[in-house]
């Protein structure tokens, strides 16, 4: 009977072997092509959008960079057509005594023209005047009236009287004006002594020169809007710098030549085609571009033989990070499911051993996990949709005025607006949630300083403050400007969750003292040099981060809401009261957390898989002593993180811990089955597979899936 119970258990296995043999293969082969077939159509999903992006960030450069350069030529046209007329009615005048009232008349009615005369040639108006050129310009905050001599003179200088004699209408290279001491470019036209004069092509009999100045050319691009961290500039034909947001590159007389070899001009060197003659329009993307701006157009403005270059932030094209973060690694997800399975097949069909199979199944494994890691690390979103970022002058503009027309939909007053700067020497985390800094804030003011504005700043959320008065200036222009040495301690809830891979944003939070004051700050952006997020303007370049890198640094505008007026009566506005911010963004250094956490782990891997590997060759008392001793480390060492983060909430790689102790207790169970096995005599193969061959693939489809979970 015994035999006979032996010989139906051996049939019944060797049917079922059959039968799930039937089954196995083409569940596998299916899984393949399903896993395959979704990796291809999330691939295929992420370069469609890859490609669907890089079309439409050519076509917004291309509108705005085409835009901005209508936008120039409109105003300029106007100025042209301005002169042209005058010039034109000049000409007409029978009598060119009368010239001088028809020129006083034209530039006091029309407030469009920066300056505007009428230069004669030599005793051309009047036999005993050598030169007749009475001028009038309101370059300044002062209109003048003053006379021209000298014109004439073969000289650069003016070449805006010399050049239309010969070539007609022109507009002239850059020129220092002394009177005024401004940069400037000229449009000028040259009148006749009549119209019949001019069709006889007679030479002229003077010439209509109309001024404007670079510093008002490039304010007035200024208010171009091109985008989170964008902004124009302007070449002249010659390749001279006409505008630039930084004014000091065109008051220095810089030219194409000499700022090829400055930093932040690298650029310059690689859109040559800019600078053809027959430009119409051009773009570059962010293989030729350098820092946190990635695209460039240049188009040729009408009117003029001037070349605008726009730069354009990436920030103003980013894809949804969040979403591009999770495509990556579902694509990385379905290729690792694909390769796995292709790897059980040909195990099935014996092409691989057992141990190559968990091998190679391994490998996968931790690729697909230092890919969703490196994913992560790189795409990640730390503000907020209704943020406002200012990075540059033109956006700063832009909120202004966006705040002034909401108020005034809402009849509210107008806000008193505070020029403020940061320059922030020293960062230090206290503990996970307080950060200490130093650094110098200043306030600048137009003078005279309205009395009910005190100069007076705070940082919110600083649970401590000292700041001590540092300086106290007016400047040649008149302003007031007052700057303290600060050291304060600010509080802020930070995500610790993602440790080691993780990012902070620190917001340094910066308000008017008095809190009745109808009053908002507004960043400073003149007092730096650059404004790029990446150029960190107010983070000091040698500050000390320790085991933190610096990435970016930015002045943004949040709105705060509080259930209080806080006692004062008409301060109920405070869900649209801007705060202005600066973010300072830094990401974990990766080497100090390897060292201190990511490598001891590593070895208390190793060492438990060294005890699951002799646990054929060593006692079952000795081999749980070995691992007893591997999981006490592991505590010791997950306390030690506790202790050095001195948070609350568990982070990720806290998860490996409590994932090592599992593991430690599984193959404890696994090691006294085994032990119990050959105590018995009985088979005890299955035991020591599933210890030694399927410890690896085990731990790394456990990390893989705890990393996916966090990061996905």
């Given at each position: 009977m015994t035999v006979i119970m032996q010989l139906i258990d051996e049939k019944s296995a060797t049917l079922a072997k059959k039968v799930s043999g039937k089954f196995i293969t083409p569940l596998l082969v299916a899984g393949i092509l399903i896993c395959l077939v979704n990796a291809i159509i999330a691939c295929y999903l992420i370069y469609q959008?890859?490609?669907?992006?890089?079309?439409?960030?050519?076509?917004?450069?291309?509108?705005?960079?085409?835009?901005?350069?209508?936008?120039?030529?409109?105003?300029?046209?106007?100025?042209?057509?301005?002169?042209?007329?005058?010039?034109?009615?000049?000409t007409r005048l029978e009598d060119k005594q009368d010239t001088l009232g028809f020129l006083r008349h034209e530039f006091y009615q029309n407030s469009n023209l920066f300056s505007l005369s009428t230069t004669f040639k030599p005793y051309a108006f009047d036999p005993t005047r050598k030169y007749v050129a009475p001028y009038y310009e309101r370059l300044t905050d002062e209109e003048k009236e003053f006379e021209l001599t000298g014109y004439d003179q073969n000289s650069t200088e003016f070449s805006w009287y010399n050049r239309p004699l010969k070539e007609g209408p022109i507009w002239t290279e850059p020129y220092y004006e002394p009177v005024n001491s401004v940069l400037m470019t000229t449009y000028s036209v040259p009148f006749y002594q009549s119209e019949k004069a001019r069709e006889a092509g007679e030479a002229p009999l003077g010439v209509v020169p109309s001024d404007v100045s670079l510093d008002h050319l490039t304010t007035d691009l200024k208010q171009i809007q091109f985008g989170a961290g964008g902004y124009g500039i302007i070449f002249s034909s010659k390749q001279n710098l006409i505008s630039h947001p930084v004014f000091s590159h065109v008051r220095e007389g810089e030219s194409l030549n000499t700022l090829k070899h400055k930093?932040?001009?690298?650029?310059?060197?690689?859109?040559?085609?800019?600078?053809?003659?027959?430009?119409?329009?051009?773009?570059?993307?962010?293989?030729?571009?350098?820092?946190?701006?990635?695209?460039?157009?240049?188009?040729?403005?009408?009117?003029?033989?001037?070349?605008?270059i726009t730069r354009m932030s990436a920030d103003m094209f980013?894809?949804?990070?969040?979403?591009?973060?999770?495509?990556?690694?579902?694509?990385?997800?379905?290729?690792?499911?694909?390769?796995?399975?292709?790897?059980?097949?040909?195990?099935?069909?014996?092409?691989?051993?057992?141990?190559?199979?968990?091998?190679?199944?391994?490998?996968?494994?931790?690729?697909?996990?230092?890919?969703?890691?490196?994913?992560?690390?790189?795409?990640n979103t730390l503000e907020e949709d209704s943020t406002v970022v200012i990075t540059n002058t033109a956006q700063r503009e832009a909120f202004i005025s966006n705040y002034d027309a909401q108020l005034t939909q809402l009849r509210l007053d107008l806000p008193d607006y505070i020029s403020t700067g940061l320059m922030v020497d020293s960062l230090e985390f206290v503990n996970a949630n307080n950060i200490h800094l130093t650094g110098i804030v200043w306030e600048r003011f137009e003078t005279p300083r309205p009395e009910h504005i005190?100069?007076?700043?705070?940082?919110?959320?600083?649970?401590?403050?000292?700041?001590?008065?540092?300086?106290?200036?007016?400047?040649?222009?008149?302003?007031?400007?007052?700057g303290w040495h600060f050291s304060v301690v600010?509080?802020?809830?930070?995500?610790?969750?993602?440790?080691?891979?993780?990012?902070?944003?620190?917001?340094?939070?910066?308000?008017?003292?008095?809190?009745?004051?109808?009053?908002?700050?507004?960043?400073?952006?003149?007092?730096?040099?650059k404004l790029g997020k990446t150029d960190n303007p107010a983070v000091a370049k040698d500050i000390v981060l320790e085991e933190w890198t610096l990435k970016q640094s930015y002045y943004k505008y949040t709105y705060q809401h509080f259930n209080t007026n806080f006692g004062i009566n008409g301060h109920g506005f405070q869900e649209i009261s801007p705060e202005l911010n600066y973010s300072i963004n830094i990401e974990r250094s990766f080497l100090g957390p390897f060292v201190t956490t990511l490598l001891p782990v590593m070895v208390m891997v190793c060492l438990l898989y060294a005890?699951?590997?002799?646990?054929?060759?060593?006692?079952?008392?000795?081999?749980?002593?070995?691992?007893?001793?591997?999981?006490?480390?592991i505590l010791l060492a997950h306390y030690s993180i506790r202790e050095h983060l001195q948070i609350n909430e568990v982070v990720y790689f806290e998860v490996f811990y409590f994932l090592l102790y599992v593991i430690a207790t599984v193959f404890m169970l696994i090691a006294h089955y085994y032990y119990r096995a050959k105590a018995l005599d009985l088979n005890s193969k299955h035991f020591k597979r599933v210890a030694i061959v399927w410890y690896w693939p085990i731990l790394t489809s456990a990390i893989y899936v705890i990393t996916i979970w966090t990061y996905y």
């Amino acid at each position: 009977m015994t035999v006979i119970m032996q010989l139906i258990d051996e049939k019944s296995a060797t049917l079922a072997k059959k039968v799930s043999g039937k089954f196995i293969t083409p569940l596998l082969v299916a899984g393949i092509l399903i896993c395959l077939v979704n990796a291809i159509i999330a691939c295929y999903l992420i370069y469609q959008e890859s490609s669907v992006f890089q079309k439409t960030v050519r076509a917004e450069v291309k509108t705005q960079t085409i835009d901005a350069a209508n936008q120039i030529s409109e105003k300029l046209a106007g100025i042209m057509n301005d002169v042209n007329n005058f010039a034109d009615r000049i000409t007409r005048l029978e009598d060119k005594q009368d010239t001088l009232g028809f020129l006083r008349h034209e530039f006091y009615q029309n407030s469009n023209l920066f300056s505007l005369s009428t230069t004669f040639k030599p005793y051309a108006f009047d036999p005993t005047r050598k030169y007749v050129a009475p001028y009038y310009e309101r370059l300044t905050d002062e209109e003048k009236e003053f006379e021209l001599t000298g014109y004439d003179q073969n000289s650069t200088e003016f070449s805006w009287y010399n050049r239309p004699l010969k070539e007609g209408p022109i507009w002239t290279e850059p020129y220092y004006e002394p009177v005024n001491s401004v940069l400037m470019t000229t449009y000028s036209v040259p009148f006749y002594q009549s119209e019949k004069a001019r069709e006889a092509g007679e030479a002229p009999l003077g010439v209509v020169p109309s001024d404007v100045s670079l510093d008002h050319l490039t304010t007035d691009l200024k208010q171009i809007q091109f985008g989170a961290g964008g902004y124009g500039i302007i070449f002249s034909s010659k390749q001279n710098l006409i505008s630039h947001p930084v004014f000091s590159h065109v008051r220095e007389g810089e030219s194409l030549n000499t700022l090829k070899h400055k930093d932040g001009f690298n650029y310059l060197n690689k859109i040559d085609k800019c600078f053809a003659d027959d430009l119409t329009y051009a773009f570059y993307n962010g293989e030729v571009m350098d820092n946190d701006e990635d695209y460039a157009a240049c188009a040729h403005i009408p009117q003029t033989d001037w070349i605008l270059i726009t730069r354009m932030s990436a920030d103003m094209f980013q894809m949804d990070k969040d979403y591009r973060r999770k495509s990556n690694i579902g694509a990385i997800s379905w290729i690792a499911a694909s390769l796995i399975l292709i790897i059980l097949l040909l195990t099935r069909y014996k092409q691989i051993t057992w141990s190559q199979n968990n091998i190679w199944i391994s490998i996968i494994l931790v690729t697909g996990t230092v890919a969703s890691l490196e994913f992560a690390r790189s795409l990640n979103t730390l503000e907020e949709d209704s943020t406002v970022v200012i990075t540059n002058t033109a956006q700063r503009e832009a909120f202004i005025s966006n705040y002034d027309a909401q108020l005034t939909q809402l009849r509210l007053d107008l806000p008193d607006y505070i020029s403020t700067g940061l320059m922030v020497d020293s960062l230090e985390f206290v503990n996970a949630n307080n950060i200490h800094l130093t650094g110098i804030v200043w306030e600048r003011f137009e003078t005279p300083r309205p009395e009910h504005i005190a100069p007076e700043i705070a940082f919110n959320e600083a649970i401590e403050s000292d700041l001590k008065l540092a300086y106290r200036q007016t400047l040649p222009t008149g302003e007031e400007v007052v700057g303290w040495h600060f050291s304060v301690v600010i509080r802020q809830e930070l995500d610790y969750s993602k440790y080691p891979f993780d990012h902070k944003n620190i917001v340094i939070r910066l308000t008017a003292s008095n809190i009745g004051s109808n009053t908002v700050l507004v960043p400073d952006l003149e007092a730096y040099e650059k404004l790029g997020k990446t150029d960190n303007p107010a983070v000091a370049k040698d500050i000390v981060l320790e085991e933190w890198t610096l990435k970016q640094s930015y002045y943004k505008y949040t709105y705060q809401h509080f259930n209080t007026n806080f006692g004062i009566n008409g301060h109920g506005f405070q869900e649209i009261s801007p705060e202005l911010n600066y973010s300072i963004n830094i990401e974990r250094s990766f080497l100090g957390p390897f060292v201190t956490t990511l490598l001891p782990v590593m070895v208390m891997v190793c060492l438990l898989y060294a005890c699951v590997v002799s646990m054929p060759y060593t006692p079952y008392g000795e081999l749980r002593n070995n691992i007893t001793a591997v999981v006490f480390t592991i505590l010791l060492a997950h306390y030690s993180i506790r202790e050095h983060l001195q948070i609350n909430e568990v982070v990720y790689f806290e998860v490996f811990y409590f994932l090592l102790y599992v593991i430690a207790t599984v193959f404890m169970l696994i090691a006294h089955y085994y032990y119990r096995a050959k105590a018995l005599d009985l088979n005890s193969k299955h035991f020591k597979r599933v210890a030694i061959v399927w410890y690896w693939p085990i731990l790394t489809s456990a990390i893989y899936v705890i990393t996916i979970w966090t990061y996905y």
